[in-house]
């Protein structure tokens, strides 16, 4: 068992990257860096898949701040970083809705005053918290329009009462997890580089 845990473990802190800072799920109000960067990773790793599978494009990443589960340290990140920081087994999934359900997700996020890892769309508050502007891919949403919104098995299932996934048109399974989306990305990179944003925003009284 001896050569096998120092082998495990050898291959979990092995240096992938380097982060140049603390990144928490705390530093922001509606938007995180470590946020930011799950969900826009999301979108990169898993868009090369679905084209591939479907001719298709993802719209939007979906995500859920409570599933982010620990920092990125500043200094080395190993392979080990991906597992603290996801350690759960979800998988992406493609859920295709319609422009009225998009409305019904950015409802949640506004009254959930949580900053869920989103990408690809944008959603703008007014000082007294109303939708101002929302966009995907800087287009305004259309109630008639589909639009194919990447997020985990856990969400799509009805997770933290994301109930408007259950009105999914089409759902296509990846059979990509979250945690490995994190590690081919590390792979790639030589610095972690994410900041809060305006993807959403609420503008000062």
């Known amino acids: 068992i001896k050569p096998y845990t120092q082998k495990v473990n050898k291959d979990l802190d092995s240096v992938l990257a380097f982060s140049p800072k603390n990144y928490t799920k705390k530093e922001g109000r509606f938007n995180t860096a470590i946020g930011n960067f799950m969900a826009d990773v999301v979108l990169k790793e898993s868009q090369p898949i679905f084209k591939n599978r479907t001719g298709l494009n993802i719209d939007m990443v979906l995500l859920n701040y409570g599933g ?39 409802d949640y996020l506004v009254k959930s005053k949580k900053p869920h890892p989103i990408s690809g769309l944008k959603i703008e508050l007014d000082a007294n918290r109303y939708v101002n502007k929302a ?71």
Request: aromatic share 12%.
């Open 68 to 106: 982010i589960r620990s920092t990125i340290p500043e200094g080395p990140i190993t392979t080990r970083t991906a597992y603290e920081v996801m350690p759960f087994e979800n998988e992406v999934i493609i859920a295709t809705l319609k422009g009225e359900q998009i409305f019904e997700l950015i």
């Open 135 to 205: 966009s995907i891919n800087n287009k305004e949403i259309d109630l008639n329009t589909s639009y194919n919104v990447a997020t985990s098995d856990y969400l799509y299932r009805g997770g933290d009462r994301m109930d408007f996934f259950s009105k999914h048109e089409k759902s296509y399974p990846l059979d990509y997890k979250i945690r490995n989306v994190l590690i081919d990305y590390f792979k790639k990179i030589d610095t972690l580089d994410f900041e809060t944003d305006d993807r959403f925003v609420m503008l000062s009284r």
